[in-house]
Nanobody
Framework: QVQLAESGGGLVQAGGSLRLSCAAS????????MGWFREAPGKEREFVAA????????NYADAVKGRFTISRDNAKNTAYLQLNSLKPEDTAVYYC?????????????????WGQGTQVSVSS
């Protein structure tokens, strides 16, 4: 079992930055793939980034490549998402998710554990 809690969202101007954190509890965090997803009003939840349990293998959605960076600190049971060069279209609720299987995935259905989400709003 893994419990997840996101923080770090907020309102920022276009071009600005935010750092999201995902604090996890549960002994399986260090062997779980972690993912970040987002859900904008009226749209389906979509993949943003994922990181392997070892921290060295990552995957990003094309829309955020070069602007967002996913990382994790297994000693702190925390995953992060650094958001740079933010655009108004990045506005969404951001969710972190955990997947017990070590393989990376960009599919919502393959993540069994979810946080409550944190709002990111980008003004133009």
């Amino acid at each position: 079992q893994v419990q997840l809690a996101e923080s770090g969202g907020g309102l920022v101007q276009a071009g600005g930055s935010l750092r999201l954190s995902c604090a996890a509890s549960g002994r399986t965090f260090t062997t779980s793939t972690m993912g970040w997803f987002r859900e904008a009003p009226g749209k389906e939840r979509e993949f943003v980034a994922a990181i392997h349990w070892n921290g060295y293998i990552t995957n990003y959605a094309d829309a955020v490549k070069g602007r967002f960076t996913i990382s994790r600190d297994n000693a702190k049971n925390t995953a992060y998402l650094q958001l740079n060069s933010l655009k108004p279209e990045d506005t969404a609720v951001y969710y972190c998710a955990a997947r017990a299987n070590g393989r990376l995935s960009d599919l919502v259905k393959e993540y069994g554990y979810w946080g409550q989400g944190t709002q990111v709003s980008v003004s133009s």
